[in-house]
């Protein structure tokens, strides 16, 4: 897209300055000499002109002058009035020649505008073609409407399953999705139902596009793939046509993948933003929703979406029979990071000196594009250095020109910054193993998500209750808490990494006294103002119902919710230190832990005692 539009400006400018030169060429026939017929007259009077050269115009008495002077000079005079002037020559008893009319400059006059017409329109249409193929063969003039996915058939892509790396869950899951494609028939006899659509959400880089790429390389299917952003052009109209086209050729190959990459282009919530919505990308998301209902189950079309705001998708677009399975690519983790670079290295010679675990290490948040890049920056030093194999030092040299050459500086993360992370997701996650209704924990994790989480600790998915209880929240409230305390204990010190924590342990807490009546000084009255989100004007329009003193109130007894879950928290956590420790110790070296793993830390058998320092970081 920002490569065509620049040649858009090209063009642009180009068309510009051929306009600017025709009008200039226009000028030069009837530019001023400067030279004045008071000056003309005067040189006659002293006797200095030699000769005169009469050049009357077409259709009017208008006309230059060609002055020859004695001295030898030559004057342009242009004239109103060429028999006017003609006398006046005469009168000085000069004997002026008068040419013939001219003939106009055919060329300057009728070629020449019409050949820079021509010469624009070509620019344009090369301009449009090249906006519309995209390289692609298929592009034809004007064919705005038509889309613009790149094709890939079974046979041409080689990229399989197993040349990518780390992953696994995710490969796991796809597994099926491969079957499928590979053996339609195998699923319709049993009548099993193949999601249509799956989203892929995850940072840039994470190997969303590779997953997809490789699902259909393995089953050796034709691969569509067209970012979002194509989509939404300037024209209405012309996106809800291209994804109609789109779906029409997707028919004539299946069975096979559309992937569509950065669908939040299009696929953005409808109708929020003040003052009315995009007309243009609601409509070609619309016909998005329409192409995806319209296919029937097993036709062999998967639809494949990637992003990384699942936040801003519309909700309309995960109901069943479309995106109807999500899955979440994380940044890898250590083994993960290894295996990513192991991939990468396969067609550079590494020097015996090379310790990929090393480098797996110390790369936490990076994506496998970053440790692709990496490598090969690493490469490019080797080559510099006349070398036919990379060497340690040209990855470390690397890791400064890719790590602090960009804005992924906040990537690299200080092994402080990790132990930190990891004492505070282990204190989360204690609580949340500890405390009777929330939890268990599924995952604990100090792998950076590039969208500032520096770590994230996941409770097995909610079970779907009608209400919840007061214990419930207060526990809620705690295990927010319990971040920021781990942090308190170890460090003796605080940092800014709690920030959602508080905000989320808040609005908590100030529901329960707002809303549900569970705080003993306020009673059971609903002091909210009902919190839709959709009107993001209404909480300025609306005046508060409720008197200021009533507003102290409740801040007190926010406050003291708060305060007495932080007590009751520190004292378990103080209770489960050597816990803490164990799992901040295994987070830094796994990143990332499982279920089990971590409910094995509470095993007697597993070693205990405080074996384990307090080490300040
Ligand atoms: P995304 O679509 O998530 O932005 P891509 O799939 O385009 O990311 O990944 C960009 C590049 O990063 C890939 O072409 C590949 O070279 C590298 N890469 C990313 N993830 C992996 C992985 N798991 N294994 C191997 N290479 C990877
Ligand atoms: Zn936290």
Not at 550 to 560: F, L, N, P, T, Y
Request: glycine share 8%; with cysteine.
């Amino acid at each position: 897209m920002s490569k065509n539009n620049k040649n858009f400006y090209l063009y642009f400018v180009i068309i510009i300055g051929l306009v600017f030169f025709t009008v200039w060429i226009g000028t030069l026939r009837v530019q001023n000499s400067g030279y004045t017929r008071g000056q003309f007259v005067q040189q006659l009077e002293n006797n200095e002109v030699a000769m005169v050269n009469i050049c009357p115009n077409r259709d009017t008495p208008t006309g230059s002058l060609e002055i020859t002077l004695k001295s030898g000079e030559e004057r342009t005079l242009y004239v109103t009035d060429v028999t006017e002037i003609e006398a006046l020559v005469r009168d000085y008893g000069l004997d002026p020649r008068v040419e013939s009319v001219p003939e106009e400059s055919w060329f300057l006059n009728s070629v020449f505008p019409i050949l820079i017409m021509v010469i624009a329109f070509v620019f344009l249409f090369v301009m449009m073609n090249a906006q519309n193929s995209g390289g692609n063969s298929n592009g034809k003039m004007m064919n705005f409407g038509r889309s613009r996915a790149r094709l890939t058939l079974g046979g041409e892509n080689t990229i399989k399953l197993d040349g990518v790396a780390g992953l696994k869950e995710e490969k796991e899951e796809l597994q099926e999705i491969v079957e499928f494609l590979k053996e339609p028939g195998k699923f319709t006899k049993v009548g099993a139902r193949i999601p249509k659509g799956i989203l892929l959400e995850g940072a840039p880089g994470t190997g969303k596009t590779l997953l997809a790429k490789a699902i259909a390389g393995e089953a050796n299917v034709p691969f569509f793939s067209i970012s979002g952003s194509d989509f939404v052009e300037m024209f209405v109209g012309v996106g809800a046509s291209r994804v109609r086209d789109m779906f029409a050729e997707a028919k004539r190959h299946s069975p096979c993948i559309i992937f569509i990459d950065e669908i939040d282009a299009v696929a953005r919530r409808r109708g929020t933003g003040m003052g009315g919505g995009h007309d243009e990308r609601e409509q070609t998301l619309n016909q998005l929703l329409v192409e995806m209902d319209g296919f029937g189950v097993n036709e062999g079309i998967i639809v494949m979406a990637a992003t990384n705001r699942v936040d801003i998708l519309d909700p309309a677009i995960l109901r069943p029979g479309r995106f109807d399975r999500k899955l979440t690519v994380a940044h890898p983790d250590v083994r993960g990071r290894e295996e990513i670079l192991k991939v990468h290295a396969e067609n550079k010679p590494l020097g015996d000196d090379v310790d990929l675990t090393q480098i797996a290490q110390t790369t936490a948040g990076f994506t496998g594009a970053d440790l692709e890049n990496l490598l090969n920056e690493a490469a490019i030093n080797a080559a510099m250095d006349e070398r036919v194999f990379v060497k340690q030092d040209d990855i470390k040299k690397a890791f400064v020109k890719v790590g602090i050459g960009t804005e992924k500086k906040s990537r690299i993360i200080s092994d402080k910054e990790k132990r930190i992370t990891a004492y505070h997701e282990a204190g989360h996650a204690i609580l949340f193993h500890v405390l009777p209704d929330v939890g268990p924990v599924y995952t604990v994790s100090i792998i950076p998500t590039g969208i500032g989480a520096a770590g994230y600790t996941m409770p097995l998915p909610e079970k779907d209750e009608a209400f919840t209880t007061k214990g419930k929240m207060l526990q809620d409230i705690m295990v927010s808490l319990g971040g920021r305390i781990a942090e308190e204990i170890i460090f003796d010190d605080v940092t800014t990494g709690a920030l959602s924590d508080i905000k989320k342990a808040t609005k908590v807490a100030r529901r329960m006294v707002t809303r549900y009546g569970m705080s003993e000084n306020i009673g059971i009255i609903n002091y909210d103002d009902d919190d839709d989100e959709v009107f993001i004007g209404r909480d300025l329009a609306h005046a508060k119902s409720h008197s200021e003193e009533i507003s102290g109130q409740i801040d007190r007894e926010v406050k003291a919710i708060i305060d007495e879950c932080y007590m009751k928290a520190k004292e378990i956590i103080m209770e489960q230190s050597s816990i803490l420790h164990k799992c901040a110790e295994l987070l830094l070296e796994k990143e990332k832990i499982g279920r089990d793993e971590f409910e094995a830390l509470f095993d007697k058998k597993y070693p205990q005692p405080e074996e384990i320092s307090p080490t300040m970081a």
